[in-house]
């Protein structure tokens, strides 16, 4: 298994820009994660989906952010416009259900989305 | 609400000595609990979990971890470090299922001195 893949690796771009950073998720898992993290704030849960509907997107700083999970082996996390304070690496991560039906299990992270905004 | 805590943002130990990275938790259920390894410009990848079972589990690379719920704890050890352990270790508690989200604590990264 190719396990997550997360591209781009690296992007800088300039505030105000929109980015747009992909992810594919491990094949069969229901669940997607998107984290954030800085040194300052450590990692942070931004949203999550569970087949393909996301469930809670309590942790997406502003409107500025979006994400969507058009289909089961993608998914996209987009801001717009782009502010400094947003350089972080973002990370996506996948699991399956546990087999009770409740919860999710163990996540798998992809290996990071290096985003510098100047 | 869970939450973890973890002493000690770094912590450095000499090659070949014990390793101990300590995890307390605050759950009003029984929690599941991990640890998770991350290596420079990588991803997190799970060392280990704790899911009722056993109160001493086993991870990969040696590491092991013991689940004591009257000092809520679970802290990660390993007998005799070596260099390729340096990196941030991760505890996490998630509530047994009632929540699909893990909280993470802020993580401690292992510096292993020659």
């Known amino acids: 298994d190719a396990g997550v893949i997360q591209s781009p690796r690296h992007e800088v771009t300039e505030m105000g820009q929109e980015v747009t950073l992909r992810c594919k998720p491990i094949?069969?898992?229901?669940?997607l994660f998107w984290y954030r993290q800085t040194m300052m704030r450590g990692l942070e849960l931004l949203i999550y989906?569970?087949?393909?509907?996301?469930?809670?997107d309590s942790g997406m700083p502003e409107d500025r952010f979006s994400a969507k999970m058009p289909n089961a082996s993608f998914s996209t996390l987009k801001i717009q416009p782009s502010e400094p304070r947003d350089s972080a690496v973002y990370f996506c991560?996948?699991?399956?259900?546990?087999?009770?039906?409740?919860?999710?299990?163990?996540?798998?992270f992809g290996p990071g989305t290096r985003l510098t905004v100047l | 609400a869970q939450s973890v805590t973890q002493l000690g943002s770094h912590v450095s130990v000499s090659e070949g000595a014990l390793v101990l990275l300590r995890c307390n938790y605050s759950?009003?259920?029984?929690?599941?609990l991990f640890w998770y390894v991350q290596y420079p410009n990588q991803g997190l990848q799970l060392l280990l979990k704790?899911?009722?079972?056993?109160?001493l589990v086993k991870g990969i690379n040696g590491f092991e971890a013991e689940f004591k719920k009257s000092e809520t704890s679970f802290h990660l050890t390993k007998p005799s470090a070596h260099m390729s352990d340096a990196a941030e270790y991760f505890c996490a508690v998630s509530d047994r299922g009632r929540d699909d989200k893990i909280i993470f604590g802020k993580g401690t990264r292992l510096h292993i001195l020659p």
């Open positions: 704790y899911t009722s079972a056993a109160t």
């Open positions: 094949s069969g898992h229901d669940y």
């Open positions: 989906f569970n087949n393909n509907v996301p469930i809670d």
């Open positions: 759950s009003s259920v029984p929690p599941y």
């Open positions: 991560a996948s699991s399956f259900s546990k087999t009770s039906g409740i919860g999710t299990d163990t996540q798998y």
